[in-house]
């Protein structure tokens, strides 16, 4: 398979970058085409403004979502942009491997998503009808492809369990599955957590690129997230409530995923 | 009061634009004194790297966390950084205003939260012991400030519902009101949120303001969001996990709030 790394962590001397590095020659050991979108390394501008879209016309004013359609539209995104786009044109597999920075993407990956995932190609993509509301959520531009998250956290495991005082880690990294992946089409794949990693020894780090190989190694055939499809009868349209006999007298993150 | 706004918006003339001119004028004119952080006027650096540390070893391994301590109590942060931290010591109210890229902050206000969260200051502050661990979620540097978040979002109200496709408004934007907010001591008061902004006529605008001006014009006397807090016996320590007899059998984000 093609495999995309991005990754986002300032220091290779790092756990990240260990983990990173770990992660390359396992999956080029397996025979996969890996690249890498190092983001530090490559200097990634993060913030997404006017320069963005050089052909659109300065004197008026920024349009965020139509400038960036008409940029996708006529071939003008920026040279980086447009290059993002063809390494994830060529992936069967998208990893995002960042630290946890206040629960969140560090903002240069923030900018990364902010600046690629471009009108009409990530987002404003399919009709609007009666019975369809977008290829989004299941559909869309990504379609066929996976993507996981590989992430470290300091905080202890326990604190982000199902009543840890920050929260279930599956609803903090919610609006980076389903929210930024599998909107615009991505199967994702259940995240790679590492935590209290100001704690871990050489025996910890042993056992972590241990699990870190396997689910490697099980990338094809690990059975993604089963959100539940936007288009699929599952939700109203327009409204997007999910039908009430569904997770019924429920709400929450946890609805949107089946069973 | 003293009241910073701190604005993530690209362009001037839009929405998020307006809804801030109209803050400011409302603010003032009932006697506040405002600051505004005007992020992309600032050209405000996004990313968090070693040149934030500018007295650091520059031949060691970047630590994210033990630079950012060392040049907070060396007093030896960026200039652009140590003037954010003098308004937020000034400020009793603070105020977040952005467009909600992603289910997130764009990426400039998430580079704003990154390197001015420093470690001394916004987090890695105060004793851990067997019952107490840190000085956080409801203490901290900011306890006793108050702040709020101004979002605009373009999906449509019921797509942010209980049961709506995107998940509920309160939980996509927990990570940022507890995590970001909380966690280092604000009082977080409930958000301010205009959606489907790309149909908002002239009488959605006036509706839009009369409710935001209420919404400033009772700053000081709105009940904040009642999170727990970490360190007054509604958590176990170390592991910070919510006791057993409180909202028993339940998890998710909703346990941290009371009632």
Known sequence: MNVLLVFAHPEPRSLNGALKDFALQRLRAQGHQVEVSDLYAMGWKAVL?????PARDAHAPLDTVGDSLQAYQSGTLTADVLAEHAKLRRADVLILQFPLWWFSLPAILKGWIDRVWACGFAYGVGEHSATHWGDRYG???FR?????????????ESHYAARGVNGPIDDILFPIQHGMLYYPGFAVLSPFVVYHTSRLDAARFAQTTATLGARLDALASTPPIPFRPQNGGDYTIPALALREDLAAGRSG????VEG
Chains 1, 2 share one sequence.
């Open 253 to 256: 993150f946890g609805v949107h």
């Open 144 to 156: 066929g492809k996976r993507a996981m998250l590989m992430v470290t956290a300091g905080g202890w």
């Open 49 to 53: 403004d006017g320069a963005d879209f």
């Open 139 to 141: 559909e869309g531009t």
